[in-house]
């Protein structure tokens, strides 16, 4: 699809929608030389907790589409020490382009298939030019618990991401719900995504549903 012909949305937007949270914790020189860290964070791994996320968006500024992102942790930018999505993949051209222009997130256009299992169990499958990239079994349970980004410090909830020699820092603001959820299996093609160790894996989550706020992003020049 041509630039051209996709739909224009600037920040902010807002997004709701359902998924699933994969909180890790990741060594340094796996984080360096697996996950697909760009150029400009190189060496700057700051640590703290990685996380998987599966989105399934009901409705956004440029409409339904689904998405799969992975963040290492946190880097030392100019601006601070920040988390970053260092690989990510959406259902569609429209949100690929404003996601990078907007906030600069290096999204990627994929193929997503979803299958309920039973109402506990869902099926995901991530297609990237014909290869299967990841596919996931998450099991959940019928425990719901309110959550919000209210009482997380903003320094916590600030992604960084340098595009095109500039650096974009935007700050989220979302609410919904959680329930207890268990990764039955996974498997990744290490060409497209990190091939994680169980042994990271922290916690696991189901999100039932969710409001979200992506505002406008500062962007610092250099």
Aim: net charge positive; proline share 7%; charged share 20%.
């Amino acid at each position: 699809m041509d630039n051209q012909a996709v739909l224009n949305a600037p920040a902010p937007w807002g997004l709701m929608g359902s998924g699933y949270i994969i909180l890790l914790k990741l060594q340094h020189d796996f984080v360096e030389g697996s996950c697909f860290v760009q150029s400009p964070l190189k060496d700057s791994f700051a640590g703290g907790f990685g996380t998987v996320m599966y989105v399934d968006y009901s409705y956004s500024d440029v409409g339904p589409y689904q998405e799969l992102l992975f963040i290492p942790g946190r880097f030392d930018v100019a601006a601070g020490r920040y988390f970053s999505i260092t690989k990510i993949f959406v259902s569609t051209q429209d949100s690929v382009v404003n996601g990078q222009n907007n906030w600069g997130i290096p999204k990627e256009l994929a193929t997503f298939a979803c299958e309920e299992k039973d109402p506990s169990t869902h099926y995901i499958r991530i297609t990237r030019e014909g290869t299967t990239a990841a596919e996931f079994t998450f099991r959940s349970f019928p425990v719901r618990m309110p959550v919000t980004t209210g009482i997380v410090p903003r320094c916590w909830r600030t992604l960084a991401h340098v595009y095109e020699g500039r650096t974009y820092l935007t700050t989220p603001m979302a609410r919904g719900c959680i329930s207890p959820a268990r990764l039955v299996d996974f498997v990744a093609n290490r060409s497209f995504l990190p091939e994680f160790n169980r042994s990271s894996i922290i916690a696991v989550f189901k999100v039932p549903q969710f409001f979200m706020v992506f505002p406008k992003a500062r962007i610092l020049s250099g």
